[in-house]
């Protein structure tokens, strides 16, 4: 019996791990938006494994939204497609170099803001206090990938502004704010059509989907730092929440 679970376990490490590897290279633009990828029994011979465990990886693509089947035809790269993570940490960095992919974050705006009810309630604090406004892009392999609007307490990231737009990191900027460390307290998941403004950022039709998440972060004690609101590309971003994120 314990040889007949090992080698299930061993045959799900198997096709999971082929699986990131064809998100890798996607990522990385080995198999170009639309480019057929490698028949099963290609890819079966380049992994060493049978094509049924190919089939299980090539399923798991078309389920992360990476990749098209078309019967008869073969399996399609989608239209610029990548897989960003949901977890504990979420990094727009960590994210990029998960899908294998180079990128940063832009600030587009920064202004001083009063909070309004959801701001107040998510961080925790009355409603009209002073908080920091930031909109920004987040691009990947120069594609926009999301935009945010993101609020911070004042007067306690009264320079975040300035050491994102030097850095490019959120995390960056929180380290030179004295937070070494932060967690996502919750994230909400939807589809909305965008606004006019927001779709011309991701560069897609309004007409088309995004997937908003609205999310919390907090400091290792607990305390509000954070409250977004990001809106996804819905045609070349897959999201995957990571429950087991440490």
């Not at 960590?94 to 961080?123: F, I, N």
């Not at 995390?171 to 704010?177: D, G, Q």
């Not at 088309?208 to 609205?214: D, E, G, I, K, W």
């Amino acid at each position: 019996m314990t040889d007949v679970i090992s080698t299930s376990r061993d045959a799900d490490r198997f096709w999971s791990r082929i699986a990131n590897e064809l998100a890798q290279a996607i990522g990385q633009g080995v198999y170009a938006p639309g480019v057929r990828l490698p028949s099963e029994h290609s890819l079966a011979q380049q992994f060493g494994v049978n094509r049924h465990t190919i089939r299980r990886s090539l399923a798991s693509l078309v389920q992360r939204g990476l990749v098209n089947a078309s019967q008869g035809r073969g399996t399609f790269v989608a239209s610029f497609a990548v897989e960003l993570v949901l977890g504990k940490r979420t990094r727009h960095r960590h994210s990029l170099r998960h899908a294998g992919l180079r990128g940063a974050l832009q600030v587009l705006k920064s202004a001083l803001v009063e909070a309004g009810s959801d701001e107040a309630k998510a961080l925790c604090v009355p409603e009209g206090s002073a908080l920091l406004y930031l909109q920004v892009l987040g691009e990947g392999a120069g594609q926009p990938l999301h935009v945010s609007e993101r609020f911070f307490p004042l007067p306690r990231f009264a320079n975040l502004a300035q050491e994102v737009h030097n850095t490019g990191s959120i995390s960056e900027a929180f380290a030179r704010h004295g937070v070494a460390d932060y967690l996502r307290q919750e994230s909400r998941i939807s589809a909305r059509l965008p606004e006019k403004d927001v779709a011309e950022l991701l560069a897609q039709s309004v007409s088309r989907p995004a997937l908003l998440v609205t999310s919390v972060n907090v400091d290792t004690e607990g305390v509000p730092i954070e409250f977004s609101k990001a809106w996804f590309a819905g045609d070349r971003v897959t999201l995957t929440v990571n429950h087991h994120d440490s």
